[in-house]
Protein backbone atom coordinates (compact mmCIF):
# COMPACT_ATOMS: atom_id res chain seq x y z
CA UNK A 1 0.00 0.00 0.00
CA UNK A 2 1.68 3.05 -0.67
CA UNK A 3 1.23 6.11 1.29
CA UNK A 4 1.87 9.49 0.36
CA UNK A 5 2.66 12.86 2.58
CA UNK A 6 2.02 16.06 1.41
CA UNK A 7 3.86 19.41 2.54
CA UNK A 8 4.51 22.77 1.36
CA UNK A 9 1.45 25.06 0.60
CA UNK A 10 0.58 28.28 2.66
CA UNK A 11 -0.41 31.62 2.97
CA UNK A 12 0.71 34.14 0.09
CA UNK A 13 0.00 37.48 -1.35
CA UNK A 14 -1.67 37.30 -5.20
CA UNK A 15 1.09 37.10 -7.28
CA UNK A 16 3.03 35.21 -5.06
CA UNK A 17 4.62 31.89 -5.58
CA UNK A 18 4.40 28.58 -3.43
CA UNK A 19 5.10 24.56 -3.74
CA UNK A 20 4.04 21.76 -2.52
CA UNK A 21 5.33 17.90 -2.19
CA UNK A 22 4.41 14.82 -1.94
CA UNK A 23 6.53 11.88 -0.48
CA UNK A 24 5.54 8.12 -1.22
CA UNK A 25 6.36 5.83 0.96
CA UNK A 26 5.68 1.95 1.11
CA UNK A 27 6.05 1.18 -2.66
CA UNK A 28 6.43 2.41 -6.19
CA UNK A 29 3.78 3.81 -8.39
CA UNK A 30 3.27 5.40 -11.95
CA UNK A 31 1.40 8.34 -12.87
CA UNK A 32 0.63 11.05 -10.41
CA UNK A 33 -1.29 14.23 -10.36
CA UNK A 34 -2.33 17.01 -8.08
CA UNK A 35 -6.16 18.12 -7.60
CA UNK A 36 -7.72 20.88 -5.78
CA UNK A 37 -10.92 21.19 -3.90
CA UNK A 38 -11.97 24.90 -2.79
CA UNK A 39 -15.15 25.57 0.11
CA UNK A 40 -18.38 24.23 -1.56
CA UNK A 41 -16.79 23.15 -5.24
CA UNK A 42 -16.15 19.71 -6.61
CA UNK A 43 -12.20 18.50 -6.35
CA UNK A 44 -10.97 19.04 -9.82
CA UNK A 45 -7.80 18.23 -11.78
CA UNK A 46 -4.73 20.90 -11.80
CA UNK A 47 -2.00 18.94 -13.47
CA UNK A 48 -0.91 15.22 -14.12
CA UNK A 49 2.54 13.53 -15.19
CA UNK A 50 3.11 9.60 -16.68
CA UNK A 51 5.68 7.80 -14.47
CA UNK A 52 8.77 9.28 -17.31
CA UNK A 53 7.32 12.34 -17.58
CA UNK A 54 6.52 11.96 -21.42
CA UNK A 55 2.92 12.74 -20.85
CA UNK A 56 1.98 16.25 -18.84
CA UNK A 57 -1.64 17.72 -18.30
CA UNK A 58 -2.51 20.76 -17.26
CA UNK A 59 -5.75 22.24 -16.29
CA UNK A 60 -6.20 25.58 -18.52
CA UNK A 61 -6.65 27.16 -15.56
CA UNK A 62 -3.16 26.60 -14.37
CA UNK A 63 -1.73 26.44 -17.67
CA UNK A 64 2.20 28.71 -17.86
CA UNK A 65 1.92 29.31 -14.25
CA UNK A 66 2.07 25.82 -12.50
CA UNK A 67 4.45 23.22 -13.01
CA UNK A 68 4.40 19.06 -11.81
CA UNK A 69 7.38 17.41 -11.40
CA UNK A 70 8.57 14.87 -9.87
CA UNK A 71 11.76 12.68 -8.81
CA UNK A 72 11.30 8.76 -9.25
CA UNK A 73 14.35 8.31 -7.18
CA UNK A 74 13.29 10.02 -4.08
CA UNK A 75 9.65 9.06 -4.65
CA UNK A 76 8.37 12.61 -4.38
CA UNK A 77 6.18 14.90 -6.61
CA UNK A 78 6.34 18.19 -6.75
CA UNK A 79 4.03 21.23 -8.00
CA UNK A 80 5.31 24.69 -7.87
CA UNK A 81 3.11 27.54 -8.31
CA UNK A 82 3.83 30.81 -9.72
CA UNK A 83 1.90 34.07 -9.94
CA UNK A 84 -1.30 32.88 -7.93
CA UNK A 85 -4.74 34.38 -7.66
CA UNK A 86 -6.94 34.55 -4.78
CA UNK A 87 -9.32 32.06 -7.27
CA UNK A 88 -6.18 29.48 -6.71
CA UNK A 89 -7.03 28.91 -2.69
CA UNK A 90 -8.15 25.65 -2.20
CA UNK A 91 -7.08 22.41 -0.25
CA UNK A 92 -4.48 20.43 -2.65
CA UNK A 93 -4.21 16.77 -2.85
CA UNK A 94 -1.24 14.58 -4.48
CA UNK A 95 -2.83 11.42 -6.27
CA UNK A 96 -1.27 8.22 -7.68
CA UNK A 97 -2.22 5.42 -9.71
CA UNK A 98 -0.38 2.08 -8.77
CA UNK A 99 0.09 0.32 -12.24
CA UNK A 100 -0.69 2.97 -14.66
CA UNK A 101 2.81 4.15 -16.00
CA UNK A 102 1.93 6.02 -19.23
CA UNK A 103 -1.56 6.85 -19.37
CA UNK A 104 -2.79 9.84 -18.15
CA UNK A 105 -6.10 11.33 -16.72
CA UNK A 106 -8.05 13.96 -15.33
CA UNK A 107 -10.64 11.74 -13.64
CA UNK A 108 -10.30 10.82 -9.83
CA UNK A 109 -11.40 7.24 -9.98
CA UNK A 110 -7.83 6.88 -12.26
CA UNK A 111 -6.22 7.47 -9.65
CA UNK A 112 -5.67 4.63 -6.04
CA UNK A 113 -3.66 6.55 -3.51
CA UNK A 114 -4.34 10.27 -2.17
CA UNK A 115 -2.33 12.60 0.04
CA UNK A 116 -3.83 14.23 3.02
CA UNK A 117 -4.19 17.56 1.44
CA UNK A 118 -2.58 20.81 1.87
CA UNK A 119 -4.16 24.45 2.40
CA UNK A 120 -2.92 26.75 -0.08
CA UNK A 121 -4.34 30.29 0.42
CA UNK A 122 -4.38 33.18 -1.92
CA UNK A 123 -4.96 36.53 -0.48
CA UNK A 124 -5.83 39.92 -2.55
Known sequence: QVRLVQS???LVQAGGSLSVSCL???GT???SA?????PGKEREFVAGMNWNGANIDYAYS???RFNISRDNAAKTIYLQMNSLKPE???????AAAKYRLMELRRTRDFYDFW???TQVTVSS
Open 8 to 10: GGG
Open 24 to 26: ASG
Open 29 to 31: FGT
Open 34 to 38: WFRQA
Open 62 to 64: VKG
Open 88 to 94: DTAVYYC
Open 115 to 117: GQG
